[in-house]
């Protein structure tokens, strides 16, 4: 099954009948005003803000049908393969991130059918990128209570394999809740069809409620800019007010220079963010921070942040936490998996997919049971059109550099 060992996973799900939606598998991207990254949550943005608390199904109160927001972290098999994957849910959006015996898997939404089955659309980055005519694979699902219940087709429709994954928080994972806050403004009050700016937060939760449940919960406060002791209902409001004044600022500047009509069309600014999870065990969670923000001009932007949690130790992770190597060492082993990934061959320069013929390692990385990933974000280390760089390393390339601690929390072998 080569099409299931690919980059990332993002999932995004919207209300359909039996009519299919397709969506860009590109998606999510964001950037928040207050430290320049932000996101997209496609939702329908309200004159006044609202904040949304989603709960996750409980396995003990079975319900067939799928609630309107959840955090699931669910354990199974897809074409007989050992999987575990991340799914959340903010009223008709679904995002997640899944991996098996290699780096993440990518989704975007083709259909949700009803309150208990979806139609998910799975691409491979590389493949996607390098095959012009790459025909992706689908995922149907059935939600049974406890889990999911389905059938993975490959894009040409030759190949099918079963899917079975159940909802599951071992000891060293943490349950969530996920939320979202929104809110939009107009440029101009008085008139009827005036561009606006849009901001939205999509959030995780912890619902625990010991030590490390409650730090759990400030982390992804920080990672917005909230302090801990403030609500967060409270925070997203004053981020948006922020956000409006400065947008009414450049509306009224571009209005005074005459060019408020010329510039209408650009005015439709959005300001988005997602928390979700990438990895959820071993005492670690993993949490992927993704932005995308448009405030004019041909394209928005976008970009990832990698947050690796130390639960267990109530602390944010620095790569040597995971490794102990040296920048010359770790540059060759990147450059050698880059090559590997995005099918470089070995005469050919690195700079026929980036900027520079060398990529060197950089602190926005995160792993799972298999291995560590380094993300470069546009114009990091390639041009916008290149997308989101991402190299996997596997554990059996770093064996000699990995950490005791973190190899023997990690049950790596």
């Known amino acids: 099954m080569k099409c299931l060992k690919v980059e990332k996973l993002n999932l995004t799900l919207q209300l359909s009948t039996l009519k299919p939606l397709y969506n860009s598998p590109m998606k999510y991207s964001f950037f928040l005003c207050l430290f320049g990254i932000a996101i997209i949550s496609a939702c329908n943005n309200p004159k006044n803000g609202t904040n949304n608390t989603g709960t996750t199904d409980s396995t003990e ?11 699931k972290r669910l354990e199974g098999t897809i074409a007989g393969k050992k999987v575990v ?5 903010v009223n008709d959006d679904v995002s997640g991130a899944y991996y098996y015996d ?34 992706s694979p689908h995922l149907a699902l059935k939600w049974n209570g406890n889990g999911f219940n389905g059938t993975w087709e490959s894009g040409d429709k030759t190949k099918k394999f079963p899917i079975a994954l159940t909802e599951k928080y071992p000891e060293g994972s943490y349950p969530f809740n996920a939320g979202i806050y929104e809110d939009s403004v107009k440029a101009f009050a008085n008139q009827a069809k005036s561009p606006a700016a ?18 759990l919960n400030t982390e992804p406060k920080k990672i917005l800019g909230i302090k801990s002791q403030v609500d967060r209902s409270i925070g997203f409001k004053n981020i948006a007010a922020d956000y409006f004044k400065d947008y009414k600022s450049q509306v009224a500047e571009q209005s005074k220079d005459g060019r408020g009509n010329d510039f209408q069309a650009w005015m439709n600014y959005t300001n988005n963010s997602q928390q979700s999870i990438s990895y959820n065990d071993n005492g670690y969670v993993v949490i992927d921070f993704l932005a995308d923000a448009y405030t004019g001009g041909a394209h928005g932007n976008y970009s990832s942040v990698m947050y690796c949690l ?42 026929t997919v980036l900027f520079d013929d060398f990529i060197k390692p950089n602190n926005n990385f995160y ?47």
Do not use: C
């Not at 109160?61 to 955090?71: D, H, M």
């Not at 901001?199 to 010991?210: A, G, Q, V």
């Open 61 to 71: 109160n079975v319900k067939t049908e799928l609630t309107g927001q959840f955090y």
């Open 85 to 89: 994957v991340h799914l959340q849910k």
């Open 102 to 135: 290699g780096s993440w898997l990518n989704l975007s939404t083709d259909t949700l059918i009803g309150k208990d089955s979806i139609v998910l659309t799975e691409y491979s980055y590389y493949e996607s990128y390098f095959t012009q005519d790459f025909k």
């Open 198 to 215: 849009q901001i939205s937060f999509e959030y995780l939760e912890s619902k625990n409620t010991d030590e490390y449940g409650n730090w």
């Open 310 to 351: 130390d639960v267990k130790n109530k602390k944010q992770m620095v790569l040597g936490d995971i490794v102990k190597i040296d920048s010359n060492t770790l540059q060759g082993i990147l450059e050698r998996n880059l090559r590997k990934e995005y099918n470089i061959k070995a005469k050919d320069a690195l700079s």
């Open 367 to 413: 792993f799972n049971s298999n291995g560590i990933a380094f993300m470069y974000n546009p114009y990091e280390v390639a041009s916008y059109a290149q997308g989101q760089i991402v190299v996997f390393v596997p554990y059996t390339d770093l064996k000699t550099y990995l950490i005791p601690a973190f190899t023997q929390r990690m049950g790596i072998k």
